[in-house]
T-cell receptor
Framework: EAGVTQFPSHSVIEKGQTVTLRCDPISGHDNLYWYRRVMGKEIKFLLHFVKESKQDESGMPNNRFLAERTGGTYSTLKVQPAELEDSGVYFC????????????FGNGTRLTVT | GNSVTQMEGPVTLSEEAFLTINCTYTATGYPSLFWYVQYPGEGLQLLLKATKADDKGSNKGFEATYRKETTSFHLEKGSVQVSDSAVYFCALLIQGAQKLVFGQGTRLTINP
């Protein structure tokens, strides 16, 4: 089975520009998560979708970040306008169920804002 | 709140050395504990987990025991290999919650 795929793998943009990250979860996985690791620190939760609905978006840093999952399949995370502190690695993960269902992570998107 | 504290890295060892990466946690509930590994150029992979006190998770020669009395989940391996070079993350999941809480990661380099 195909794993979680993320696109692009790397993105370099200037401060003030817009970037959209995409995540394709494993087929059939209703749960989709976004996490972020900033500057070698801990990986932090951003939000959780169940199908197309946002179950928990308590980790979204501010209103410059917009996540969508139209149709309950792939998800996008848009940063507009990007700031320097948004640089980091953005991970997407999916799972079939909740609780202790294993999370399958993508390879991440490395975002650099200059 | 819930948090995970990991041993500061980077850690550099010679092949066949003994490895310990310390991990302690603070949790308001009763967590499940995990170790994830990120090999160069790859995503996070679950290495092992433990869901209750005194459980031992193990995989690929790595082990970690859930110690409730010391709130710890230290990762150990008796003889490391060059292929173990990676970043290791300790994490917890509170029952009923759906978000992992990660430590800051420990970069491990094994020299031949």
């Amino acid at each position: 089975e195909a794993g979680v795929t993320q696109f692009p793998s790397h993105s370099v943009i200037e401060k003030g520009q817009t970037v959209t990250l995409r995540c394709d979860p494993i087929s059939g996985h209703d749960n989709l998560y976004w996490y972020r690791r900033v500057m070698g620190k801990e990986i932090k939760f951003l939000l959780h979708f169940v199908k197309e609905s946002k179950q928990d978006e308590s980790g979204m840093p501010n209103n410059r970040f917009l996540a969508e999952r139209t149709g309950g399949t792939y998800s996008t995370l848009k940063v507009q306008p990007a700031e320097l502190e948004d640089s980091g690695v953005y991970f997407c993960a999916s799972s079939q169920g909740q609780g202790n269902s294993p999370l399958h992570f993508g390879n991440g998107t490395r975002l650099t804002v200059t | 709140g819930n948090s995970v504290t990991q041993m500061e890295g980077p850690v550099t060892l010679s092949e066949e050395a003994f490895l310990t990466i310390n991990c302690t946690y603070t949790a308001t509930g009763y967590p499940s504990l995990f170790w994830y590994v990120q090999y160069p150029g790859e995503g996070l992979q679950l290495l092992l987990k433990a869901t209750k006190a005194d459980d031992k998770g193990s995989n690929k020669g790595f082990e970690a025991t859930y110690r409730k009395e010391t709130t710890s989940f230290h990762l150990e391996k008796g003889s490391v290999q060059v292929s173990d070079s990676a970043v290791y993350f300790c994490a917890l999941l509170i029952q009923g919650a759906q978000k992992l809480v990660f430590g800051q990661g420990t970069r491990l380099t094994i020299n031949p």
